[in-house]
């Protein structure tokens, strides 16, 4: 089997075997920032490539190598009034979880803003931005 590599513009070959967090530690920080270029590029292309595959699945055609499985999930009713008071009555209020802003805004709509805005706090964090 043929190992992927990726090539840059400048014609340097970059295997997944230099990938690997040990060889990753000691690459410098423009063949680094190379890389993670390319990683983004690539991981949108891979998003393509599955979501069409998916498509072809769902079409009832087959491939050598990917199967479309049934997967069960475990959940929470989360809009049961009933069970979240019995929770609460027998667990106290930490067994059960206020929604997110944007979902309170979606179910409640403009009446529930004023209220959102009095206890909304705001956390930051660190993230990567690609120019």
């Known amino acids: ?36 270029y390319m990683a983004k590029i690539l991981k949108a ?9 998916k498509k072809r699945l769902e079409d009832g ?3 050598g190598r990917v199967e ?10 989360q809009d049961d009034n009933d069970l979240k008071q019995q929770f609460i009555f ?3 209020y930490d067994a ?5 802003p944007t979902q309170l805004r979606k179910q409640f709509g403009k009446a529930i803003e004023e ?5 909304t706090v705001f956390d930051t ?5 690609w120019n």
């Open 68 to 77: 479309y499985v049934e997967r069960t999930k475990k959940m929470i009713p």
């Open 61 to 63: 055609q087959q491939f």
């Open 45 to 53: 292309r891979f998003k393509d490539i599955d979501a069409e595959i």
């Open 1 to 36: 089997m043929n190992e992927i590599t990726l090539i840059n513009e400048d014609g340097e070959k970059m295997t997944f075997a230099n990938m690997v967090p040990a060889a990753l530690e000691k690459t410098d920080n423009e063949s680094l920032e190379e890389l993670g």
């Open 90 to 92: 027998k667990y106290g």
């Open 96 to 100: 059960v979880e206020l929604k997110s």
């Open 115 to 119: 209220d959102l805005e009095a206890i």
């Open 125 to 129: 964090t660190n993230a990567v931005k």
